[in-house]
């Protein structure tokens, strides 16, 4: 059973800074690594997604992979208050048609 | 572009009723589709997927089945249900494995 860990949070970052969510996962043969927002009570969405170790930029959203050390992250620079949400990691559950594995996401609060 | 429809938004069902969510996705042929149900305090939980017509593969046992009567059409029901069955309920839908996409969910209180 693969398994995919997140600290819960809250994480408190204020506005301007630069937010950073960790995620760390059970499976070396993990290919594929996928961050999802979700504010309260509305569906996670997809914001990125990284194949490669090194860095993967989108806007003010940087993902970072090291396969060597199992550990994926999510940067958030330039924090703004609309940021505000829980993020998740998630893994494929065994490659292809099979779903994601999800962490329990990290709840990040932007201070204004 | 593709979209994907749940309904309804909310549902409040007393314990031992029967249960019938659907979800449909338009702009895509052939998608792969997925249940999820993410309870109180709890992270996302993988209950069916189906990669076609008629296809259904369970994740978790459970007093939930799936089916899949149409290409787009996925459906979760159940013939009664539990306390423990409230959540926040997901259907989700993939093409090629690059990221899901989650409908707009259906909230799920049993009485």
């Known amino acids: 059973q693969k398994e995919v860990e997140q600290n819960s949070g809250p994480l408190s970052v204020p506005e301007g800074a630069i937010a950073s969510l960790n995620c760390t996962y059970s499976d070396r043969g993990s290919q594929s690594f996928f961050w999802y927002r979700q504010y309260s009570g509305k569906s996670p969405e997809l914001i990125m997604f990284i194949y490669s170790n090194g860095d993967k930029e989108d806007g003010r959203f940087t993902a970072q992979l090291n396969k060597a050390s199992q550990y994926v992250s999510l940067l958030i620079r330039d924090s703004q208050p609309s940021d505000s949400a829980t993020y998740l990691c998630a893994v494929p559950s065994g490659g292809g048609a099979d779903g994601l594995t999800f962490g329990k996401g990290t709840h990040l609060i932007i201070q204004p | 572009s593709q979209t994907i429809h749940q309904w309804p938004a909310t549902l409040v069902q007393p314990v031992g009723s029967p249960l019938s969510l659907e979800c449909t996705v338009e702009?895509?042929?052939?998608?792969?589709l997925y249940w999820y149900r993410q309870a109180a305090g709890r992270g996302l939980q993988l209950l069916f997927y189906?990669?076609?017509?008629?296809?259904i593969s369970s994740e978790v046992p459970q007093n939930l089945s799936a089916s899949r009567p149409q290409d787009r059409q996925f459906i979760l029901s159940s013939k009664k249900l539990l306390l423990s069955d409230s959540g926040f309920y997901l259907c989700?839908?993939?093409?090629?494995?690059?990221?899901?996409?989650f409908g707009s969910g259906t909230r799920l209180t049993v009485v």
């Open positions: 702009g895509t042929s052939n998608p792969n």
């Open positions: 189906s990669v076609g017509i008629g296809q």
């Open positions: 989700a839908w993939s093409d090629q494995g690059d990221g899901y996409t």
